[in-house]
């Protein structure tokens, strides 16, 4: 569907504002099942990302001329559909042999994957080869320790500190909202030593009322010098901080969780796996680069392996549930002698899987390479969970485009523990 170009190649407004009005009265009605709008690769290269995402094939209609296939057309969509709902616009059909066609052509989308996929693989190594291990299930069934909260509350109250580098405390703050809590972001300022000693005092005033405390995602201080989480990880070894965290989980019965760079903090701080803030030491579990030595940003899979914690209070053991991930230090690193201390606890809360649920070491489903494919752990009692995949960053209606399960109902699940 392309709508009428003006000046410059640009769409014209007006009729843009049809292609557009077209598009939403065919998703709504049910006959649009796909959507996606061409870049520079003009319709040819729409066609071939869509078939790639389920590897559903694709045959363009006999006639089209190449150079229209290929040519620009911004503005534009193309459209799967029940029926021939746009005649005019019609340029192919979807196909069950996993293949892009065209008269006599034919490649299948296997080879195109490969070939798309590896334009860059020499310098920039996506499909790296590891030699891991393999790893198993570690699965909990025994009893849950944690204590019901010293006051019940219908809304319970959940600090969101914001250092320097963070970037989900809204979104950490609205998941909290949503599920019933009562958040408050809490900006840490550094700029001066006043300032530091000001955002000090009063996180640990706000401290002595609070619920549970949310350290969320980011880079903070850019994760350098020394990695991740380092200035976090000093803001709460300051004594009044470390004292309130040690009284809201001790005697209160709250409750802490930390994800990407909160987990990062968390485990450097030892409150995972251990409960308490310690000085951790080489023998203690970390976690470090992706062995893909950068970044990776994608959809991964896990599965619950313990719910002892009462953040996963809403799911089961076995459950698979689908997490956006976007870190570049994520690899945990722990002994095998440890990992099996902690899963005989139910301190191994996710792990990542295929998509066949089968746990994994594969880069494809394990993006960081984590031991044992471990994706969060929690506090001996399951009070503190730390996790890098974003959940706060699902929400009813994102990631349409990618079949699974989303819903883990960490939030609903924090907010129930208080009632």
């Known amino acids: 569907l392309r709508p009428q170009a003006g000046p410059a190649d640009l769409p014209n407004p007006s009729s843009l504002k049809k292609v557009f009005d077209a598009v939403t009265s065919g998703i709504r009605s049910g006959e649009i099942v796909a959507a996606y709008t061409p870049g520079m690769g003009g319709p040819a290269e729409a066609v071939m990302k869509m078939a790639f995402g389920n590897t559903i094939g694709f045959r363009f209609a006999d006639g089209l001329p190449l150079a229209n296939l290929f040519a620009p057309c ?28 065209r008269g006599e052509d034919r490649i299948s989308l296997a ?43 219908a809304r319970p109250k959940v600090l969101i500190p914001a250092f320097p580098g963070t970037n989900c405390e809204y979104d950490s703050a609205k998941a909290m909202e949503g599920a019933g809590a009562d958040a408050k972001i809490i900006v840490v300022r550094n700029l001066t030593a006043d300032a530091i000693a000001s955002s000090v005092d009063g996180f640990a005033k706000e401290l002595r009322d609070a619920d549970m405390v949310f350290i969320p995602g980011g880079f903070s201080g850019g994760d350098e010098p020394d990695g991740s989480g380092k200035f976090i990880t000093a803001f709460f070894r300051n004594a009044a901080i470390k004292d309130g965290v040690t009284d809201l989980l001790d005697r ?25 803030i310690i000085d951790t030491d080489e023998n203690c579990p970390t976690l470090s680069f992706n062995t893909i030595s950068r970044h990776q940003s994608k959809i991964v899979r896990t599965l619950v392996a313990s719910v002892k914690s009462p953040w996963l209070a809403k799911c089961a053991v076995g459950d698979v549930v689908s997490v956006p991930i976007s870190h570049g230090e994520g690899r945990f690193i722990c002994s095998d002698a440890l990992v099996r201390e902690l899963a005989a606890n139910g301190q191994i809360a996710t792990q990542y899987v295929d998509l066949d649920g089968n746990v994994s070491m594969d880069i ?39 079949p699974g399960v989303y819903d883990i109902g960490l939030f609903e699940s924090a907010v129930k523990f208080f009632k």
């Open 74 to 101: 911004y503005g534009s969509f193309i459209v799967e559909a029940k029926s021939n709902l746009f005649p005019e616009a019609f340029i192919g059909t979807t196909t069950a042999d996993g293949a892009l066609s």
């Open 111 to 153: 080879e195109l994957s490969d070939v798309y996929e590896n334009v860059l693989e020499d310098v920039f190594p996506c499909n790296i080869k590891q030699d891991l291990p393999a790893a198993e299930p570690l699965f909990y069934s025994g009893p849950k320790t944690a204590k019901a909260p010293l006051v019940k509350k």
């Open 364 to 402: 494809q489903y394990n993006p960081n390479g984590s031991t044992f494919a471990i994706e969060g752990i929690t506090s001996p009692d399951g009070r503190v969970l730390g996790k890098m995949g974003h959940t706060e960053r699902w929400a009813d209606g994102l990631y349409k485009n990618v």
């Open 252 to 276: 209160r019965g709250g409750l802490m969780l930390g994800i990407c760079n909160g987990f990062q903090a968390l485990i450097k701080l030892g409150l995972v796996p251990y409960g308490k």
